[in-house]
């Protein structure tokens, strides 16, 4: 087509999740098209993003700020911490409205298929969270999948010692990694229904 410019925008454009070859070059195609208006203004925000933007050291939610910008909410219920999986299950919590404690992204779910063993997953740091005493109730919102389960055990193992109360959400509701296509009122209802785990 135009140039190795085009080629190479077009190929890394068709890694991001949710594009092909095809949506790629209409993407590009569009940017092309309008480069004042769609092409400086996103290269700027790509820029900006990528200098600024870095996981809480205490939450591990993605942030300008560090602490993140819920950490240092002083409105928020510091008794209450929330476990999830990855950032995008944060982002879905966050968009429903449904939690007004604090968050522990856990980068993944112990897997035997993956490899995915504890000292992978930031279980160290939730327990260090913990032993600071602020923490009355974690909720585990992870994958009704295997590994969700089989996570959700481990971690439950982890926390008995420390006294605090550990709750799952609503069995069968599809949670973790499926977290960010459920709708506000399937997700206000998971956390309602969270049972002793
Ligand atoms: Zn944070």
């Known amino acids: 087509m135009g140039g190795p410019e085009i080629d190479h925008l077009i190929t890394l454009l068709a890694k991001l999740p949710g594009m092909g070859p095809r949506s790629a070059r209409r993407a590009a195609l569009r940017m092309l098209q309008q480069p004042e208006q769609r092409m400086l203004p996103l290269a700027q925000a790509l820029a900006a993003a990528a200098a600024a933007v870095r996981p809480c050291a205490d939450c591990g939610n993605l942030d300008s700020r560090d602490p993140c910008s819920i950490c240092a909410d002083p409105r928020r219920d510091r008794s209450i911490i929330c476990v999830v999986e990855g950032v995008g299950d ?95 009122g399937t997700l206000a209802a998971a956390l309602r229904g969270r049972r002793s785990a």
């Open 90 to 184: 944060l982002w879905a919590l966050e968009r429903a409205g449904v939690h007004h404690g604090l968050y522990h992204v856990l980068g993944g779910t112990l897997s035997a298929l993956s490899g995915t063993r504890p000292e992978d997953l930031t279980i160290t740091a939730l327990l260090s969270r913990i032993e600071e005493g602020e923490t009355r109730e974690v909720i585990l919102a992870l994958g009704a999948t295997v590994d969700g389960a089989t996570t959700a055990h481990f971690l439950a193992d982890q926390l008995r010692p420390t006294g605090v109360t550990v709750t799952r959400v609503g069995q069968g509701v599809p949670i973790g990694g499926a977290l960010d296509v459920l709708d506000d």
